[in-house]
Structure formats: C-alpha cells, structure tokens
C-alpha cells in the first residue's frame, strides 16, 4: 500500500533560520501530495499541495516542490517565525489520503 | 463558513463502556471521512462515506466500532465496548467529493479509555 515517510523530529530553530523537513512516498502512481499543520489546540488544516510531478505548492512562506524522479516533497521555508511552531504532516492521495508520522516544530525566538 | 464541528471535545471512560463520537460536516460535502490518530502517528482512515453510503471501511475494527450517517450530513461513531488500546483522537473531516480532493478537518475528539 501507499506509505509516506518523514524525517524524524523534533526539530527547534531559532526565529529567522531556514526550515527543512523532509517527506518521501511510496504510492501507485503518482499521487496528489499535501502538507498538513496542526498549531496547538487546533484541528488539522491544509498548508499546501501538487497534484503534478514538478508542481510547486506554497503558502504563507512554506513552499514545496513535488519531485518525481526523487518522489519527494520536501517543506521549505525561508525565515521561520515564532508562529510556526506546530506539528507538520506530509500526506499523499490516491484513492484516500495517507499520512506521514508528523513532525514537531519549535521555534524559539 | 462554519468548519467542520465535533463533539464531544474531549472523553474519559473505563473500558467495557460504550462512547459515541458526533461529527457535522462542512455544509454541502458530500464526503465525510472518520480518522484515528495515536500518540506521535498521523491521522488513519477508518472510514469513507459519499452520501449517506460507506464506500470504504476496510481498516474499522467491525467487532466493536461502528458508524453511520443517516441522511448524508452529520455522522456518528461508536465504540463498543473500548478497551484500552482505543484512547486516542478521533477525527473527522469532510470533503466536497472522494479522491484526491482537499479535505478539512475538525478538532477531534480526545478519547481515554481507563
């Protein structure tokens, strides 16, 4: 069956650096892929997806690009701020949507 | 627009009791979809409904977990009886169809059984 893998967390950066969080697929075909985030007290709710090999999807500084040939779609972001610090989901969709195992962001001012 | 709204939020019970979780979706999806989450895990499909129809409930333990969703908006689910390895969160998020469609999510319902 279709699998999604993330890199192992936590993960604490200071307010400013550059964020990088690894998400890797195993799935039939070539599946939408989406990341989710979860702020505390609060339900999941999408951050951004592709749906096509080399389509980039990006969202309030997050960007993700969807690499075929790597069948990857790393979490990148430029600048973290303080707000960011949250649990993170890759997730990938072909007839229903699997998660990865989340990763947790703290990021200290 | 109003999310998608679950109660209750939080639930403590002893096991061997039963539990129902209540779910209404955002209004005019058709799909509605139950997950569980473990502690540290992503979020597991437990069922998929289109409509008033259950198209996918391959991974719902149909010993003691059942749902339904009468008239094709809001849906229940429930336990019985839990036991203790059932404490987890209980998600339900909704969708306008199946596939590969964005789905939104509610904010759980937190489940421990003693």
């Known amino acids: 069956g279709d699998s999604v893998t993330q890199m192992e967390g936590p993960v604490t950066l200071s307010e400013e650096a550059f964020l990088t969080i690894n998400c890797t697929y195993t799935a039939t075909g070539y599946p939408s892929l989406f990341w989710y985030v979860q702020y505390p007290g609060e339900g999941l709710q999408l951050l951004l997806k592709?749906?096509?090999?080399?389509d980039k999807g990006s969202n309030k500084g997050f960007e993700a690009t969807y690499r075929k040939e790597t069948t990857s779609f790393h979490l990148e972001k430029g600048s973290v701020q303080v707000s960011d610090s949250a649990v993170y989901f890759c997730a990938g969709a072909n007839s229903k949507l699997t998660f990865g195992k989340g990763i947790t962001l703290s990021v200290r001012p | 627009e109003a999310g998608v709204v679950q109660s209750p939020r939080y639930k403590i019970i002893e096991k061997k009791q039963p539990v129902a979780f209540w779910c209404n979706p955002i209004s005019g999806h058709n799909t509605l979809y139950w997950y569980r989450q473990n502690l540290g895990q992503g979020p597991e499909l437990l069922i998929r409904y289109e409509n008033e129809e259950a198209v996918d409930d391959s991974q719902l333990p149909k010993d003691r977990f059942s749902a339904e969703r009468l008239k094709g908006v809001d849906s229940t689910l429930k336990i019985q009886p839990a036991e203790l390895g059932d404490s987890a969160v209980y998600l339900c998020?909704?969708?306008?169809?199946?596939?590969?469609?964005?789905?939104?999510f509610g904010p759980g319902t937190r489940l421990t059984v003693l």
């Open positions: 998020a909704s969708s306008l169809y199946g596939g590969s469609n964005e789905q939104f």
């Open positions: 592709a749906t096509k090999a080399d």
